[in-house]
């Protein structure tokens, strides 16, 4: 681990010097010259973000740069002594501008409080790790080898992590939304700190990985989500995908998990079918969650011509009695999905309903998409949601915004029909995935989704499928 510090006095004097630190630091933790200029960008973004949270506040004479590079990040942070965090809502709109503009440039932004030593904004940038294309290994130009029949099961091997990002390329060729797949050494390290766990498919005879599935570890502790999916377009047919799903469940009822999500595309039917056979329920639409730009490289589907939209499903790994409020706009659909999952639902008998929600939003550059999550329920929801999704909209180029609002915390009728004329519609439930809660999910669409062209295999997906479809037209038509 590296790490460089720099003091600089608390005024736009100090800023050319700034940029030039993070710049620096930025060239020696890897990155090339074409990525060096949005660093340039949000040095001069962030530091003039911390001077105007300064302003008038005359106890931080100066402000504390460090930047460090470990295996995995290089992360810059600012330090200072002012005044302790602003409510979002306190915020100026060029301050939340400016902050919207840093997180879509990053790929993590968090605000440390320190107490007495004041507060930190920390920025990650995912370090640049050698992708699978700069080995030296010219696979495209390989001669297939007929598949053998020795095919075993494993977890992720760190010494065939390399032939992962070789199968991802192989299958989806540059792609594939979520950049990490590409570079063996993140894999490998998201595999240590158990943020992913890979299933491996290997064919013995030439020691050779030709599946890939994970659990991918999300914000509630609750729930996981089953991704990253590749089979070797040579090995299709031969159940990889299933046997590698029933390790993964395996695993995730020894993690002692709740439940687990999954998302298979809606372009063909096939995933579907397979979480269909393992039990799992839809219970929710993501439409437009891939980039159009994703492409199924050496297999039999079209390349998209529009984003792809998924069902959403959710396999319970117990069976919980559901303490919440349904809402009345909505609650018949809600009701089925979870008759449908199996699962109880109750009221709850004790109503506390802040006054303040609390609300986090963040944008996913790679995929183009928004999320709003609302971790906490209070009676300015609404007007928060409304805040938050004008900053997002306003900051990036999203195409498409998900909101997540919890179901156990206070009613929400009086807060639908303001959100619906927001643009949103409703498009399911996700039990579990907002620290323990059950979230009713809402979605905005900024770009054109052909609703005919998606196919949905099961008789419960088919139905709440056509009733988010009706609400979307309501919405946006």
């Not at 660093?39 to 530091?47: Q, T």
């Not at 290997?202 to 991704?227: N, P, Q, T, W």
């Not at 047919?237 to 999954?262: Q, T, V, Y």
């Not at 999320?371 to 999203?398: P, W």
Request: charged share 30%.
């Amino acid at each position: 681990m590296i790490n460089f510090e720099l003091s600089a006095p608390n005024n736009l004097v100090s800023l050319r010097i700034v940029q030039s630190f993070i710049l620096e630091s930025a060239k020696i933790s890897g990155f090339e010259k074409e990525n060096l200029d949005r660093f340039y960008l949000i040095a001069e973004e962030a530091f003039s973000y911390v001077l105007r949270l300064l302003k008038e506040d005359k106890e931080s004479e100066t402000i504390k740069i460090i930047a460090k590079i470990d295996k995995k990040y290089f992360t810059v942070s600012f330090f200072d002594k002012g005044i302790p965090l602003s409510k979002t809502d306190e915020l100026s709109e060029t301050e939340n501008l400016s902050l919207n503009l840093i997180q879509a440039y990053c790929n993590k932004l968090i605000w440390v409080n320190h107490g007495k030593e004041g507060k930190e904004l920390r920025l990650l940038f995912n370090k640049p790790q050698k992708d699978i294309t700069q080995y030296e290994m010219l696979f495209e130009q390989e001669k297939e080898k007929e598949p053998s029949d020795e095919i075993y099961i494993e977890p992720l091997k760190p010494k065939n992590a390399y032939q992962v990002s070789r199968l991802i390329y192989k299958t989806y060729g540059y792609s594939y939304p979520n950049g990490d797949m590409y570079y063996p050494e993140v894999i490998e390290t998201m595999n240590k700190s158990k943020e992913l766990i890979s299933i491996t498919a290997i064919d013995k005879k030439y020691d050779k990985v030709v599946g890939h599935y994970a659990i991918e570890r999300l914000s509630s502790e609750s729930v996981a989500e089953l991704g990253q999916a590749a089979v070797d377009p040579a090995y299709r047919g031969k159940k990889l995908a299933k046997n590698m799903r029933k390790k993964l469940e395996e695993l995730a009822a020894n993690m002692r998990l709740k439940g687990i999500f999954s998302q298979p595309v809606t372009s063909h039917t096939g995933t579907q079918k397979i979480n269909e056979e393992f039990g799992s329920k839809a219970c929710g639409v993501s439409f437009g969650l891939v980039p159009k730009e994703f492409n199924y490289k050496k297999m039999e589907i079209k390349p998209l011509s529009e984003r792809e939209s998924c069902i959403l499903y959710f396999k319970p790994l117990v069976y919980e009695k559901r303490l919440v409020y349904l809402p009345k706009k909505h609650s018949a659909i809600i009701e089925k999905i979870y008759d449908n999952l199996d699962f109880e639902t109750e009221t709850p008998s004790n109503l506390f309903y802040d006054n303040e929600s609390l609300i986090d939003s963040k944008y996913s550059a790679s995929w183009g998409f928004g999320t709003i999550n609302v971790f906490n329920v209070g009676k300015n929801l609404s007007k928060e949601i409304k805040s938050a999704f004008n900053r997002l909209r306003l900051s990036t180029q999203a195409e498409v915004v998900f909101l997540n609002i919890p179901l156990n915390d206070a009613p929400l009728d009086e807060h639908i029909d303001k959100i619906e004329e927001l643009g949103f519609f409703f498009c399911g439930v996700a039990p579990y995935i907002l620290d323990g809660k059950d979230a009713v999910r809402f979605e905005y669409l900024n770009t054109l989704i052909d609703t005919n062209r998606i196919k949905v295999y099961g008789d419960f997906a088919k139905e709440l499928f056509n009733y988010s479809v009706s609400m979307m037209k309501k919405v946006l038509w």
